[in-house]
């Protein structure tokens, strides 16, 4: 029997995201021949540095279309984290290239500027450049939201990179209309180094966040969507949270953190109210997050703010329960 096509699997987050990027890549490369037709045909310093980024884009697309690859495979003995990070390699890769672009493009606009170049045929030739880069704009804003929705470091990188090709190409277009109509031809290398510059700035706003992943930095979004959901549910008879900490592993997260309890309680006691926070989180985080909480005696330190009745250790009155927040939930010890 055959299956009907209503009843036929749909495309996975995996296959959207590999359809994206490759998507991107063979744009990369079509609309990188194109910038350089329009390059050769009006020798204008802008339209030239505009077209150098086109290399850029090519190489980034295609190592971010094998992160992507790499990262969807399973956690293994030798990865037992999974392969997630590699997608954060990517998007330091694409920004450490983005910057290599914009000192290559000042190198080449200066040469021509000392060789005293001019444009020709610049009317066409900008024509052509600002088509390409509206492409680039459609292809890198589809790309970006891609990322978003599917949760791809990759995707959002490459996507934002694209972006930032078009914003340049619709810059220089302007810049080279006053040009024409006005036949002050030295904003030619001026444009082109405005490029070079406006790169170096992009290249860091997408090599940052990914590098400060791969430095394990503290992420805030993460540790206050901790929080949110803690300050949600019910946490009693657990007395307090703190030494949390979060890593990125691609579209994963690693969670630990602390569970203060009565220091009376079982282990099995213990280990169901672990178990039922830790199912509440990765329930909110939506991720095939690993979060490993790990259990605190009270040691009569937290007295004031557990509001456990009958308690036979109790050293001071309960005044108040606190409220977690991500500055308190980071500590260590009594807040």
């Known amino acids: ?95 450490g290239l983005i910057s290599l672009a914009g000192f290559l493009i000042l190198l080449d606009t200066i040469s021509r500027f000392l060789n005293h170049t001019q444009p020709e045929n610049l009317s066409k030739g900008l024509l052509i450049s600002f088509i390409a880069g509206t492409m680039n704009g459609v292809i890198g804003l589809g790309t970006y939201f891609a990322g978003k929705k599917y949760d791809s470091t990759t995707l959002k990188a490459d ?8 914003w340049s190409t619709l810059g220089l277009s302007a810049g080279l209309l006053i040009a024409l109509n006005t036949g002050w031809f030295w904003i030619d290398p001026l444009l082109a180094v405005f490029v070079g510059v406006m790169l170096f700035v992009a290249g860091y706003k997408v090599f940052k966040p990914s590098w400060n992943t791969l430095l394990d930095a503290a992420n805030p979004e993460s540790i206050q969507t901790v929080v949110n959901r803690l300050n949600e549910i019910k946490l009693e008879p657990v007395i307090t949270v703190h030494e949390l900490k979060t890593q990125t592993f691609g579209r994963d997260a690693h ?6 309890i009565p220091e009376f309680y079982t282990v099995k006691e213990g280990h169901e109210i672990a178990d039922r926070i830790v199912k509440e989180l990765q329930i909110t985080l939506g991720v095939d997050s690993q979060i490993h909480a790990h259990l605190d005696p009270c040691e009569q330190a937290f007295c004031s703010e557990c509001p456990l009745q009958g308690c036979s250790v109790r050293k001071e009155t309960f005044k108040e329960r606190k409220r977690l927040s991500a500055q308190s939930i980071v500590k260590n010890g009594p807040i």
Request: glycine residues 6%; negative net charge.
């Open 255 to 260: 969670i630990d953190l602390h569970l203060v």
């Open 159 to 166: 996507g934002l990179h694209l972006l930032s090709d078009f």
């Open 1 to 95: 029997m055959i299956e009907p096509f209503e009843q036929k699997k749909k495309f996975t987050p995996r296959m959207i995201r590999l359809i994206a990027i490759l998507i991107a890549l063979i744009a990369s490369i079509v609309i990188f021949g194109v910038k350089i037709y329009a390059a050769n045909i009006s020798n204008s310093s802008a339209i030239r540095s505009d077209a150098l980024e086109g290399t850029v884009n090519i190489l980034a697309a295609a190592f971010g279309l094998f992160s992507i690859m790499f990262a969807e495979k399973p956690a293994d003995h030798d990865h037992p984290y999974g392969h997630g990070k590699i997608e954060h390699f990517a998007a330091v890769f694409e920004g």
